[in-house]
């Protein structure tokens, strides 16, 4: 679970002649992911493609145009069909004249329409104007212009203009025709002069005879047409779509294949008869690849394992793994990464690939995200109600939606709702009502969030859990960190892993010691008094002999680190666990914003003994009634007139789908920060190199 699959290097060797034969079988298998030659062995150059590998190439980039013109999708498959040679070359070609020239056809109707749209709007102010545009049009001696603006403005600046002899100007609301028989001899811009720095929109005159309304009449019928000839042309294309999608399909995947194998070559080293082609393949299917080359070729090709990776990175690999130029100028070949995790635990795999790939020589810390995400998103919300609206939106996202990752996102969603569900029966509440906690705990649930005055000494408690846990999680972190570095040193698993541990430890040993009592917050030490340990704090000599462990950790830790780690250490070891104090603040807020909305609407009172309760079937009258001592919080919504009621579901409906939305955004993203920021930092390296084994898994076609 904390290492990936094995991997094995191997290395197939023969001549030229039999190289298709091996390219057919590794692609057969799909285990072998190919390694690049890089050109480090004398003698040897990187392969060409095989013959047909450019023409190939053509028609995939040509059948994935046509798929996407058609907009084929993979329900429009059909079963899966064998695709010969001669069909790419007759069917393919048919399909493809036909999709090109309907394509070309709406391309020129889609331009042709947008133009008319651009007509059609030019056309709508002479409309408004209403004059026939003959009458607009077409003079010697008098200039026109039509446009949109303050007609008062234009008429006075035709006024002023001494080049324009005479004028008139119509208008319709905002939009006017200026006509001017400009003076003998003016310029023959002297009406457009005119309207320099006035605030005018001009129009062009449209080149037709008749009035706007008939031409604006002859251009939307002329619109119509062309959409009536664009939809034809978009049902020839859509049923060329139901009748050929299949071919289309079963065509790309046969072609993508056909590249694959023929530019496999180019992957390979080799010489004028010979090649060599390297790669990992899981060690446990070694010897089925080997069995199946030796069945089809016998002794015609060599197969080997070079070499069978071990988790430990070799020598030169320095830090978490980080990679260092080895000594014969490349670098480490690292094997690709194959992770290996419970079925159930599959989807955090996601959430480790947000921050990168495990490297081969990494812990893959899925297993571990999958045991402490859950809980904290739970802990943070605890509740019944909620858990079960984020397990059934995680379970829809997890079998409907085809995005991998999304996928992987509804499973997290799916384990996390199930942890929020667990806590939520301990708190006893189903959206903040505490339903359960009175018919299964008899009104004393084993949990209490710390809301009322009642039990407030719980949320001081989950303050303490919280430093605690972060403790152990942080410790869990260093401890890994360690245990990586012991591969190269135990000096520096101890100075440069093990130090900060050894340091955090140390201090907050110290902080929840007698030590300096007077000057700590008594939460320290009264809040776990009262539980099943009893717990009251270390006596001041352990604090003080932790404090000195712990300044040990901090030498070593500025020895291997300098000034850095000097501020570094001793910063992270007190904010870096004060974070997680986060887990009891947003479980807090999260349950007293529930508990708000239900305040609002069915209103509430306080006991006598400082607990809350809500007048879910009795108002304030009968609370005064049957419980002296009570004190009302808020008389509830649903007790006052209708327009109370109905404002009050409205509130109802809405806060609590708040309070679920920002479960996520709130709770999600915090527990993600625990687990990204102060958890993988403390050994994550990441960087590793995804497994793609050479070869395709059919989906389209069949060999049969």
Known sequence: MLRPEQMSKVSVTGTKNVIQDVIEVTHDQRVVHLTDYTGEHEGFASGSPLEGAEAASEKLVTVRSLINILGVSEEDAGPARIVTDEALDEEFESVRRQVNELDDRRDDLVDDLEDLEEEIAAAEPFVELGIDLDLLQ???????????????????????ASAIQSYEVFSEGDVFAAIAYPESGAPADALSEVFVGLDVERYGVPDAQESPEEYLQRL?????????????????????????????????????????????????????????????????????????????????????????????PPEHEIGHGEQE??????????????????????????????????????????IILFLTFPVFYGFMIGDVGYGVLYTAAGWWMYTRLDSAALASLGGVAVISGLATIVFGVLYGEVFGFHLISEYLWSGHPPLHKGLMPANADWARLWLIVSILVALGHLTLGYAIDTYKRLHHSPWDALT??????????????????????SAKPPILFQTLAGQPLGFTGFSATVGWAALAVGLVGYVLLIYAEGAIGAVEGALNSLTHVLSYTRLAAVMLAKGGMAFVVNLLFFGAYRSAEGEFHFMLNHDWSYVQAHHSGAELMFGGLVHGPITAVLGGLVIFVLGHALVLALGVTSAGLQA??????????????????????????RTYTTQD
Not at 496 to 517: K, P, Q, R, T
């Open 138 to 160: 077409g003079y010697d001696s008098l200039d026109v212009v039509v446009g949109e603006g303050d007609t008062d403005a234009v008429g006075h600046a035709l006024a002023d």
């Open 220 to 312: 939307e019928h002329r619109k119509q047409q062309l959409a009536s000839d664009l939809e034809s042309v978009e049902s020839d294309l859509d049923s060329l779509r139901l009748e050929h999608a299949g071919f289309l399909l079963a065509a790309e995947e046969k072609l993508t294949i056909e590249v694959q194998k023929t530019e496999a070559p180019l992957r390979f080293a080799t010489t004028e008869h010979a090649f060599v082609a390297e790669g990992w393949i899981p060690t446990p299917d070694y010897e089925s690849y080997a069995s199946a080359l030796k069945d089809e070729l016998g002794e015609r090709v060599e197969v080997e394992e070079l070499e069978r990776a071990e988790y430990e």
């Open 325 to 366: 130029a080895a000594t014969d100028g490349g670098t480490v070949d690292r094997p690709p990464v194959v992770q290996k995790n419970p079925k159930v635990a599959e989807p955090f795999e996601m959430l480790v690939r947000v921050i990168n790939r495990p490297n081969y020589f990494d812990l893959d810390p899925t």
């Open 496 to 517: 440069e892993g093990a130090s900060w541990a050894i340091l955090m430890i140390g201090m907050w040993v110290w902080v929840f010691s007698h030590a300096l009592d």
């Open 672 to 697: 993600v920060r625990l687990e990204y920021v102060e958890f993988f930092g403390k050994f994550y390296e990441g960087g590793g190199e995804k497994y793609e084994p050479f070869g395709h898994q």
